[in-house]
């Protein structure tokens, strides 16, 4: 299979740059999986299609501020470090900019040295293994001096960190946002649960993989990024019973399908607490074994995104709809418009 049968025109100027004033007012595109049918709607009107006894899950990882600004000890040069995956104890994988200035053994100051790393290694893709030391806590000195590691595709600043933040965040560790969640507000997550659907999370934590292209023209030779993900016992007792009892399991979001997919995969089509690291590719002809639903962005052209959504809802309609999106002017990507595939 092609990577290039995932292809579309999409206009640069449909990628959103800054999120909307109002989280729910994003459109809504409603597609009938199974007919390609197509509605057109607003976000917040979700609570429309779903039903008593539905289920939605939720990924609430936390986005790490995680780029943060340096400088060379010594020579002063100016050093842009992100942070991917924490190792062991204050040992982190990251990627640097300019990785060629940073070698083992290489200093670096944040902060007027609030916090100072070490390169004690590097990593797979170019990364380097950073050291750090500091006074305190870790994840407060971070808030301090971190910026959002926002999507290579998004220009703009960001004015307020949290626009890039769920509003159901909790568990701090991924390097970028599960953005289907960015549409979900308080009152919209409350109304919901009003009207009887069931609100279950997972933990995904996002990793820059995510970002990156398919460099092969077969598929099937794409080697997925590994993440890790977690589920409680508590969902997972949720989860079957919403099964048992003929409810729809909608996730929101690739980040909460592929965790829910590996670990269904695991059990027979059942749900159990568990954590570890996915790398599971989903692509059409993938058989789904846990979701009825999804919740989803529009993704790039040749992505891996784009190919999981065609396994759900079929290429040829997924294609026709982001054909629709385009030429309806949808917002594509992170701060972008809303899918809902049923």
Sequence with gaps: MKVDLFDFHLPEELIAQTPLEERASSRLMMMDKQTGKITHDIFKNIKDYLQPGDCLVLNDTRVLPARLFGEKEGTGAKIEVLLLKQQEGDVWETLIKPAKRV???????????????????????????????Y??????????????????????????????????????GSAAAPTAGLHFTEK??????????????????VGLGTFRPVNVEDINEHEMHSEFYQMTEGTARLLNDVRDQGGRIITVGTTSTRTLETIATAQNGRFTEASGWTDIFIYPGYEFKAI????????????????LVSALAGRDNVLNAYHEAVEERYRFFSFGDAMLIL
């Design 292 to 307: 009825d639903g999804m919740i989803t962005n529009f993704h790039l052209p040749k992505s891996t995104l784009i190919m």
């Design 103 to 133: 070698k083992e053994g290489t200093k670096i100051e944040f902060g007027d040295g609030i916090l100072t790393a070490e390169c004690v290694g590097s990593s797979e893709h170019g990364g380097r293994l950073l050291e750090f030391h």
């Design 188 to 205: 919209l997550l409350e109304e919901l649960t009003a009207n009887g659907v069931h609100i279950a999370f997972i933990t995904l934590h």
């Design 135 to 172: 006074e305190g806590i870790f994840y407060e000195v971070l808030e301090q001096l971190g910026e959002m590691p926002l999507p290579p595709y998004i220009k703009e600043q960001l004015d307020d960190r949290d626009r890039y933040q769920t509003v159901f965040a909790r568990e701090r």
